[in-house]
């Protein structure tokens, strides 16, 4: 940024008019942020692309059955492990009217079925509530637990109708539960970072400013543009922008507090320190925002959505850290970093600090720190062996058990399949007994049925899947039964259904890590190459933040199997990862990590040009090192909050990019990247011209200490 236009930015009036500015937008923002929960879409089936095998079969499924149709299972088990009496068992089949009567069931409510053992029955009933109807599965549990009590019988909703008021029960409050959590981490680091009661308070308000706005466009584009959104990215929406805002703010604090030893009037001290914090906020931004756009290459609607939210909040968030933010800090004054307040010609306490000695130590061996510390990050990459990617069966997604879980393991318990789980297989009318036939010894499913006439010359065959729905020999029965139907010469058989919906979730996300992955590293090495003219410092940058990659993978696997599995009551899905853990973990770590090296090369950079590489090293490692390694705390402990929710793939996931972020921080970027600086030279930055020469320039005296009155 022109730091004439810096500091018109900040300038004595016009610091009014953005703050103004602002206020007026949050005002407006801010009852539609309130709404974004209103226009989530958790419905496994909406996240998968079009040409996917379940979404075909949805269609061709349209006259058979309505795709807002909420199948639900009703799971009675006896409290004596004895049999059901005949008594209870009249109760049950006396509940089938009344659960018919529901508001919203389609059909009629069926069951009573019996477990061989005789000790669990089950009834299936179906909803439908529109397209949102998924929202209200919460209110009818409650009704269904009501109406089904018996004495001596647990009663459990499972099914998709479960799991899908468990899913919501997971996610409620997911808004409140996660901005509270991340605020108070992100206060705590904070008020350790500054040592200062009030200066916590701007970052924080500027992250929430931050926050409302972004929450208001993704809502307008969720209701009217189509935008996939879940509760999985508005938490991870939440959780970005805080961490981002409070980065940034971290970075331009630093600088402004430099430039306030300098310079005498605070508004030109702002100036200069938004004229050369500024760039490399907009370049750490740009390269966040542009590997988050990569995810619409995702075959996943879900991935694919994820990626134009999370880019609108950074990009958002960094038009508040260079407008809402300076002009807080200049309109409140130096007092504001009391008790210590950084007054005109007082000393740099960085150039004697921690991170001074970290480099004085680097520097007599760079070659030796570097080749040890890449043998050390790589032998953690060892740890992603026992990464099994194969996805959460419907029982692992859970740090806890929810009823569905519970009920499902009761039906697999006592031999019963959840008949409200059905391999649903459209196919040619006049080869439907073809099709039937195929299926003829095909394990894992049970006895199929034609019994639906057949429409426009397509007919239905149905057949219960056997165990979990999403569990992984679920997904081996639905590649088997894809085999069996597809040998059927002419009967453009499609396999749908809950079952094959997992399946084709998970096929599409493997997809995605292969092709995704390429893009991003592709995009964010041109950034680099663009932001520091150079070849070989982004070829070596991108080199180390994958390295940091792979081990925060590598350790965070070993982590979950040997640790959180016995931390979590129900901590067996922490041996198993989603199909998309491994692209989560690398877009948020290359994307953010990227971050942390960009603020150090750019400050380099700009030392190179009257220091030298050597010497700019130290110096940039010396200006930086306070504020990014307090900048990772706050981005780490931020992405760990993510374990606050009971749901595995997230904690997975913010466990492993906190892991990252935290590797990143105080051993890739602190000791590897300076290491390799020192050790290359002016080599670092071919081919440009820069540092061509032997040249080294002292640094100018410091300025006399002066204490003045604040301006």
Same mark, same amino acid.
């Given at each position: 940024m022109h730091r004439r236009i810096a500091g018109r930015l900040t300038g004595r009036r016009t610091k009014w008019l953005v703050l103004a500015g602002w206020i007026v937008v949050l005002v407006m923002a801010a009852p539609f942020a309130g709404k974004l929960t209103d226009v989530q879409n958790n419905e496994t089936s909406s996240w998968l692309p079009g040409d996917a095998e379940s979404t075909r079969a949805l269609e061709e499924l349209a006259p058979f059955q309505d795709s807002d149709d909420i199948p639900t299972a009703l799971v009675y088990e006896s409290d004596t492990d004895e049999p059901l009496t005949a008594a209870q068992l009249g109760e049950i089949s006396a509940q089938l009217p009344e659960l018919s009567a529901l508001d919203g069931v389609v059909g009629e409510a069926r069951g009573p079925l019996v477990s061989s053992d005789g000790v669990v029955a089950q009834s299936v009933v179906t909803f439908n509530f529109g397209a949102d109807g998924w929202n209200q599965m919460p209110s009818t549990a409650d009704d269904l637990r009501d109406l089904t009590r018996i004495d001596g019988v647990s009663t459990y909703v499972a099914g998709a109708g479960g799991q899908a008021a468990d899913a919501s029960e997971a996610f409620a409050g997911i808004d409140g539960t996660l901005l509270f959590a991340t605020l108070g981490v992100v206060v705590l680091i904070l008020l350790f970072t500054y040592r200062s009661p009030v200066l916590w308070l701007l970052p924080i308000i500027s992250s929430l400013v931050a926050l409302t706005a972004t929450q208001a466009i993704v809502y307008f584009l969720a209701k009217y543009a189509g935008l996939t959104v879940n509760g999985q990215s508005q938490g991870i929406l939440t959780v970005l922008v805080i961490g981002a805002g409070t980065d940034y703010a971290l970075l331009l604090v630093a600088r402004y507090r430099e430039e306030l030893r300098r310079h005498d009037d605070r508004h030109e001290a702002m100036a200069f320190a938004l004229h050369r914090a500024a760039p490399a906020i907009l370049a750490s931004a740009a390269t966040v925002a542009l590997g988050m756009l990569c995810l619409l290459f995702a075959e996943m609607n879900s991935t694919a959505g994820l990626g134009p939210v999370l880019a609108i909040g950074v990009v958002v968030t960094f038009v508040v850290m260079v407008t809402l933010l300076p002009a807080l800090l200049v309109v409140v004054g130096r007092w504001v970093f009391w008790p210590r307040r950084p007054t005109f010609g007082s000393d740099e306490p960085t150039t004697h600090g921690l991170w001074a000695r970290v480099g004085n130590a680097i520097s007599p061996r760079p070659r030796r720190v570097w080749v040890v510390t890449s043998l050390?990050?790589?032998?953690?990459?060892?740890?992603?062996?026992?990464?099994?990617?194969?996805?959460?069966?419907?029982?692992?997604?859970?740090t806890r058990e929810f009823e569905s879980v519970t009920g499902q393991r009761v039906l697999e318990d006592h031999g019963l399949a959840d008949t409200s789980n059905q391999l649903l297989i459209v196919a040619n009318a006049d080869r439907v007994d073809a099709v039937v036939a195929s299926l003829d010894g095909v394990a894992g499913i049970g006895t199929p049925s034609a019994d639906a006439p057949p429409v426009d010359g397509v007919a239905l065959v149905q057949a219960p899947v056997d165990g979990?729905?999403?569990?992984?020999?679920?997904?081996?029965?639905?590649? $088997? &039964? !894809?085999?069996?139907?597809?040998?059927?010469?002419?009967?453009d058989a499609l396999v749908g259904g809950g079952s094959a919906i997992f399946y084709d979730v998970q096929e599409a996300s493997a997809r995605d890590n292969l092709v995704i992955i390429p893009v991003i590293l592709l995009v964010v090495m041109l950034i680099l190459m663009v932001l520091l003219r150079a070849v070989l410092a982004p070829l070596l940058l991108m080199g180390t933040v994958v390295l940091s990659f792979g081990a925060a993978l590598g350790i965070s696997t070993l982590l979950f199997h040997g640790v959180f599995t016995r931390l979590f009551s129900s901590g067996e899905g922490f041996r198993h990862a989603d199909a998309s853990f491994p692209l989560f973990v690398f877009v948020f770590l290359v994307a953010?990590?990227?971050?942390?090296?960009?603020?150090?090369?750019? $400050? &380099? !950079?700009e030392e190179t040009e009257t220091r030298g590489t050597r010497e700019g090293s130290l110096v940039a490692l010396r200006a930086t090192g306070g504020v990014i390694t307090s900048a990772g705390l706050v981005l780490a402990a931020t992405f760990a909050v993510l374990g606050s929710l009971p749901l595995v793939f997230l904690a997975e996931l913010g466990t492993a990019v906190a892991l990252g972020v935290v590797l990143d921080t105080m051993v890739v970027r602190s000791v590897l990247v300076t290491a390799l600086n020192l050790d290359l030279g002016g080599r670092i930055w071919w081919p440009s011209r820069l540092d061509r020469g032997a040249h080294r320039v002292e640094a100018p005296a410091a300025e006399p200490r002066r204490e003045t009155v604040d301006r």
């Amino acid at each position: 940024m022109h730091r004439r236009i810096a500091g018109r930015l900040t300038g004595r009036r016009t610091k009014w008019l953005v703050l103004a500015g602002w206020i007026v937008v949050l005002v407006m923002a801010a009852p539609f942020a309130g709404k974004l929960t209103d226009v989530q879409n958790n419905e496994t089936s909406s996240w998968l692309p079009g040409d996917a095998e379940s979404t075909r079969a949805l269609e061709e499924l349209a006259p058979f059955q309505d795709s807002d149709d909420i199948p639900t299972a009703l799971v009675y088990e006896s409290d004596t492990d004895e049999p059901l009496t005949a008594a209870q068992l009249g109760e049950i089949s006396a509940q089938l009217p009344e659960l018919s009567a529901l508001d919203g069931v389609v059909g009629e409510a069926r069951g009573p079925l019996v477990s061989s053992d005789g000790v669990v029955a089950q009834s299936v009933v179906t909803f439908n509530f529109g397209a949102d109807g998924w929202n209200q599965m919460p209110s009818t549990a409650d009704d269904l637990r009501d109406l089904t009590r018996i004495d001596g019988v647990s009663t459990y909703v499972a099914g998709a109708g479960g799991q899908a008021a468990d899913a919501s029960e997971a996610f409620a409050g997911i808004d409140g539960t996660l901005l509270f959590a991340t605020l108070g981490v992100v206060v705590l680091i904070l008020l350790f970072t500054y040592r200062s009661p009030v200066l916590w308070l701007l970052p924080i308000i500027s992250s929430l400013v931050a926050l409302t706005a972004t929450q208001a466009i993704v809502y307008f584009l969720a209701k009217y543009a189509g935008l996939t959104v879940n509760g999985q990215s508005q938490g991870i929406l939440t959780v970005l922008v805080i961490g981002a805002g409070t980065d940034y703010a971290l970075l331009l604090v630093a600088r402004y507090r430099e430039e306030l030893r300098r310079h005498d009037d605070r508004h030109e001290a702002m100036a200069f320190a938004l004229h050369r914090a500024a760039p490399a906020i907009l370049a750490s931004a740009a390269t966040v925002a542009l590997g988050m756009l990569c995810l619409l290459f995702a075959e996943m609607n879900s991935t694919a959505g994820l990626g134009p939210v999370l880019a609108i909040g950074v990009v958002v968030t960094f038009v508040v850290m260079v407008t809402l933010l300076p002009a807080l800090l200049v309109v409140v004054g130096r007092w504001v970093f009391w008790p210590r307040r950084p007054t005109f010609g007082s000393d740099e306490p960085t150039t004697h600090g921690l991170w001074a000695r970290v480099g004085n130590a680097i520097s007599p061996r760079p070659r030796r720190v570097w080749v040890v510390t890449s043998l050390l990050l790589a032998a953690a990459c060892l740890g992603t062996l026992k990464l099994d990617t194969g996805g959460l069966s419907t029982e692992q997604q859970y740090t806890r058990e929810f009823e569905s879980v519970t009920g499902q393991r009761v039906l697999e318990d006592h031999g019963l399949a959840d008949t409200s789980n059905q391999l649903l297989i459209v196919a040619n009318a006049d080869r439907v007994d073809a099709v039937v036939a195929s299926l003829d010894g095909v394990a894992g499913i049970g006895t199929p049925s034609a019994d639906a006439p057949p429409v426009d010359g397509v007919a239905l065959v149905q057949a219960p899947v056997d165990g979990d729905p999403a569990g992984q020999a679920a997904m081996a029965t639905v590649e $088997r &039964v !894809r085999d069996a139907v597809h040998s059927v010469d002419e009967a453009d058989a499609l396999v749908g259904g809950g079952s094959a919906i997992f399946y084709d979730v998970q096929e599409a996300s493997a997809r995605d890590n292969l092709v995704i992955i390429p893009v991003i590293l592709l995009v964010v090495m041109l950034i680099l190459m663009v932001l520091l003219r150079a070849v070989l410092a982004p070829l070596l940058l991108m080199g180390t933040v994958v390295l940091s990659f792979g081990a925060a993978l590598g350790i965070s696997t070993l982590l979950f199997h040997g640790v959180f599995t016995r931390l979590f009551s129900s901590g067996e899905g922490f041996r198993h990862a989603d199909a998309s853990f491994p692209l989560f973990v690398f877009v948020f770590l290359v994307a953010l990590g990227i971050d942390y090296n960009i603020f150090l090369m750019t $400050r &380099v !950079r700009e030392e190179t040009e009257t220091r030298g590489t050597r010497e700019g090293s130290l110096v940039a490692l010396r200006a930086t090192g306070g504020v990014i390694t307090s900048a990772g705390l706050v981005l780490a402990a931020t992405f760990a909050v993510l374990g606050s929710l009971p749901l595995v793939f997230l904690a997975e996931l913010g466990t492993a990019v906190a892991l990252g972020v935290v590797l990143d921080t105080m051993v890739v970027r602190s000791v590897l990247v300076t290491a390799l600086n020192l050790d290359l030279g002016g080599r670092i930055w071919w081919p440009s011209r820069l540092d061509r020469g032997a040249h080294r320039v002292e640094a100018p005296a410091a300025e006399p200490r002066r204490e003045t009155v604040d301006r």
